[in-house]
């Protein structure tokens, strides 16, 4: 059966990027190497929107959480973080691990966090030492408006970092504009790229704080010793290099796309996934949906446990459940990287079937038919 | 030109396992990933002769050394660290990131330290919490005695850890017997694989310390929040599951060869290059040579550096060349992973070649003529 991955992480690899990695190894200490990191780090300025400079970590996105905190955050410092679901108290545990304090402006999942919050929390906290955000929470599909944060965060000495690991490449994210310091994200979501390789942009403010901290608390995850490497394109340690080799093709994919044509176009996406389910009866979870990914609450008689097994069993089609206490109440639908308006379709042609197979009264056609509609307006 | 890579890591990776890296995306919370993984750990326990847990990490081998360290020492207390070169080195780096008091037990680059050494260093630091020592120092070429310090590691309260990151799957290492309490290795090596991936065995006696040490200094490499997932062969964070997915292939064929029979085979690849080369006039330059690769000295006229350019300029073998201050006085010949003694042949050959053009007087044949009557002898 074919197969179609639509999971908020890994997301599809193209074909091309795919044989890259299959290319046969090579040695990662010489020019030729050290100019295709330069390579895809230009092109990553370019996505990020932002002159910083931008370090390659060989980890999962959280490291490049970690890397951000440990390095710019000294022990007993406070920290605002901005939770709205399972990667904002992702923050909060990072902070924990590196005996940081953390003040929580927590809203229940499915909301987003308001800017109003956030300026109350800076003005309780004037002390605060940064504020940890995450621009697309994949857990709830929710997004977040952070250059509302940003415009607030840069008029106190606070540090603006942000979690776009999930959103980066899909959702409009403007690094500089939006003054964010460090602006951390990963290889496996909007980048077209198998998990292993991290990113984080680095501002001079966040520098500043970077090279006060006399106490990084961690040696894998250095950044002033990767700046230091990265004068001549170079990694304190072997790299994932054949990652970096394939994501050449991935990044200059989306270059050649466009990264304000691609925001358009997920924008677009996010709406057709919505209008197709709310055709079904189903109802968006996040109330401040982010365009990389859409999430859907089950009607009250069915469990998504079991609509999206029949999904993937027969049909092919691989969907995302909830975490924790949402399992089996929502799916989550994500429509970013090395996805097509017809992928969408397809998604929304399976729940249908299946939702009908269930016993839920709508028609066939229904969602797929409003999400056409969407998209023949464009 | 045809490209032969004999770099001490990364090494060539199997044709088989590079084409797996091509197969498209999967997720990674399914069921048949937490099998792979399981089956991927299992097969390393093998490899690694223990029967102790082995935690995968996303990360270059160095981040392996952090976690081990971070996770069971705490700050403020004592480590030994044999130190015979730079990876030697990088153990006491990490234990000055983490305020841990590093005692160096340190020999002149190409000498290991020798089990006495240890001895003393035991009796003068009966507090030590841990001894840090390299299985293969690559830097140098230089084996240590992993056996002889478990024994005398065992004796104390002193966790005994490892960085085998270029030593496992080619030199012999026999984890439990030797009471080796974390052993650190990474992917790109003897293991066959791209870098990305490192592993890391843990002792009942490391995970005594880990489970008493209240504050781990690390989010990402935190070992009790590993050991946990691992009850169900799932991880923290997103893992690079598709090189899992291709070390399962790497991993096969080293089960299928045994391990045993590698280590043989290592040991005579090692014979077989130390012949050739002396007989070319070029002397080992570690003491107490390990295995996977072997490390030799520059008659006075040479520059290792111009020697190595020819090598790869003119006939596609790409050696390596001493770190820091060795730089241009020393050649590294790796022979581990996926290397066979055609490929030995082929590098002597070459170097054989371009020592002649460079005026250094040998008689063509000289160095593979040693080395096949190695080979014939076995």
């Not at 197969?3 to 795919?18: K, S, Y």
């Not at 995850?221 to 990694?235: G, Q, S």
């Not at 079904?280 to 446990?305: H, R, W």
């Not at 009908?356 to 066939?364: D, N, T």
Request: charged share 20%.
């Amino acid at each position: 059966m074919k197969q179609r991955l639509l999971t908020p992480g890994p997301t599809p690899v193209p074909e091309e990027t795919l044989l890259e990695l299959a290319k046969p190894m090579i040695f990662h200490r010489t020019a030729e190497f050290r100019a295709m990191l330069g390579e895809v780090l230009g092109d990553l300025r370019t996505i990020f929107c932002t002159k910083n400079l931008i370090v390659p970590l060989t980890a999962s996105g959280t490291g490049a959480l970690e890397a951000a905190l440990a390095n710019s955050v000294p022990a007993g410092a406070k920290v605002i973080c901005l939770i709205a679901g399972r990667f904002g108290e992702r923050w909060r545990n990072i902070a924990k691990a590196f005996g940081i304090e953390a003040v929580s402006v927590t809203v229940p999942y499915g909301q987003a966090v308001q800017p109003e919050q956030l300026a109350k929390a800076l003005a309780d906290h004037a002390d605060a030492a940064a504020v940890c955000s995450t621009l697309s929470e994949t857990s709830t599909g929710v997004g977040h408006d952070v250059a509302a944060f940003g415009k607030l965060i840069a008029k106190t000495p606070a540090l603006h970092i942000v979690d776009s690991i999930s959103g980066l490449g899909a959702m409009e994210c403007r690094t500089d504009e939006w003054q964010i310091d460090i602006n951390c994200t990963g290889s496996q979501k909007a980048l077209m790229m198998p998990p292993g390789l991290a990113f984080l942009s680095v501002s001079d403010k966040a520098w500043q704080a970077i090279d006060k901290n006399a106490n990084p608390r961690t040696f894998y995850f250095d950044l002033k010793k990767a700046r230091k490497n990265l004068e001549t394109n170079d990694t304190p340690f072997t790299p994932a290099h054949t990652l970096i080799r394939a994501m050449r093709v991935s990044v200059k994919k989306i270059l050649a796309e466009g990264i304000e044509n691609i925001w358009a176009r997920q924008r677009r996406f996010s709406e057709a996934a919505r209008a197709g389910f709310a055709a079904m009866g189903l109802e968006s979870f996040a109330a401040q949906p982010n365009v990389a990914l859409t999430v859907v609450k089950m009607p009250a008689n069915i469990d998504s446990s079991v609509l999206l097994g029949k999904l993937e069993k027969q049909y092919g089609l691989k969907l995302a459940n909830g975490q924790d206490n949402l399992k089996g109440k929502i799916i989550r639908l994500a429509h970013m990287g090395h996805i097509d308006q017809f992928d969408i379709l397809s998604a929304l042609a399976g729940v249908e079937l299946v939702l009908i197979e269930m016993g839920h009264a709508i028609e066939p056609g229904v969602g797929v038919t409003a999400a056409q509609r969407v998209f023949a307006n464009k």
